[in-house]
């Protein structure tokens, strides 16, 4: 690690680090897997509990993160996006629940574009009850030209570092996001047909000729986000669909890193994603988050004050 990695790290609690060590550990193997081994891109005979078809390579990573978090000692419960129900692998002695969606974007494997993982770590042994501000760090991996990790640890911030594949990392430094924006990621545009207050958002950015950058993988979304230190992206249903994101997996670490970099995210009612109540390991919610400025505009259209 350089210096400035290697300085977030020592500040952090020498249990959490370690199970954040390992994590990274597994990473570089889940890389490896990414980059040799392309039969696990097929399709699997499964659907996970979403009524999503899951490719051998969400099984293999999911089972690879599994495996590692079953070994140290340090987790009593894994929840993943790829299992039907919570998994004790440890003791109620152990300290930490750790939450992961082991492969987001994996539909896109097969057109090579970058792909990620994300990792919320909880103290405690349910989280049923708890929010978003009970997080004690998460962070998300992206998959690219480089392995790029985003890291937030509650009172310490936000490092972005690159993995190395000698398991060193080179540290990147990375500023708060700015309050507006010039890009927008807007995902279920199909949701304007049915959601008119959605449409006029939609036209507000194309009257404003912001620049659509959208990958259609939530994770690398969010990551050219904080990247450029601006933009928001947008996922929000018609009075027609259900959500589709998960609340758990992907909404509530990306909401924290990104509240940690001062931007703001929220539900379609303008709720703040960490202040949502957990009430089932499988929520779903809609989401906007990005520039501050940007999200609270984003919320007059919804709420029709702009309209
Ligand atoms: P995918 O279904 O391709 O796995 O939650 C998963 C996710 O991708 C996100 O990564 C992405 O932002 C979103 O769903 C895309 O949803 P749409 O298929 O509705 O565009």
């Known amino acids: 690690m350089t210096l400035d990695s290697q300085i977030f790290f020592d500040k952090i609690d020498f249990k959490l680090r370690t199970l954040l060590n390992d994590i990274l550990g597994v990473v570089q193997e889940i890389n490896l897997e990414l980059r040799i081994r392309s039969d696990s891109f097929k399709e699997h005979e499964s659907e996970n509990r979403f009524g999503e078809k899951q490719l051998k390579i969400d099984l293999l990573t999911n089972e690879m993160i599994k495996q590692q978090l079953s070994r140290n000692g340090l987790v009593n419960t894994i929840l993943s996006e790829e299992e039907d129900e919570i998994v004790e692998v440890g003791d109620r002695s152990c300290p930490y629940f750790v939450a992961y969606d082991p492969l987001d ?6 057109n090579n574009l970058p ?5 919320a770590i909880w103290e405690g042994s349910s989280l049923i009850h708890k929010k978003g501000k009970d997080l004690l760090g998460a ?3 992206i998959y690219g030209i480089k392995v790029t990790v985003v890291m937030a640890v509650r009172q310490l911030g936000v490092v972005q570092f690159v993995l190395e594949n000698d398991n060193k990392t080179s540290f990147e430094v990375k500023g708060n996001l700015s309050i507006d924006s010039k890009n927008f990621s807007f995902g279920n545009m199909r949701a304007c047909h049915g959601n008119r207050n959605l449409f006029r958002l939609l036209e507000h950015y194309v009257n404003e000729e912001k620049t659509l950058r959208y990958v259609g993988c939530l994770v690398v979304d969010c990551h050219k986000i904080i990247s450029d ?4 992206f947008i996922y929000v249903n018609s009075k027609k669909q ?7 997996f992907e909404c509530l670490p990306l909401a924290f890193i990104i509240e940690e970099l001062q931007g703001s995210a929220v539900d379609d009612q303008g709720k703040p994603i960490l202040d949502i109540d957990i009430m089932d390991y499988y929520q779903r919610t809609s989401i906007i988050l990005g520039s ?12 029709n004050e702009m309209g």
């Open 105 to 110: 974007g994996s539909s896109l494997v097969k």
């Open 115 to 119: 792909l990620g993982s994300i990792f």
């Open 139 to 141: 962070f998300y991996v």
């Open 229 to 232: 230190q601006q933009g928001i």
């Open 242 to 248: 259900e959500p589709k994101l998960r609340l758990i």
């Open 292 to 303: 501050r400025n940007e999200v609270k505009r984003a919320l007059q259209y919804l709420e």
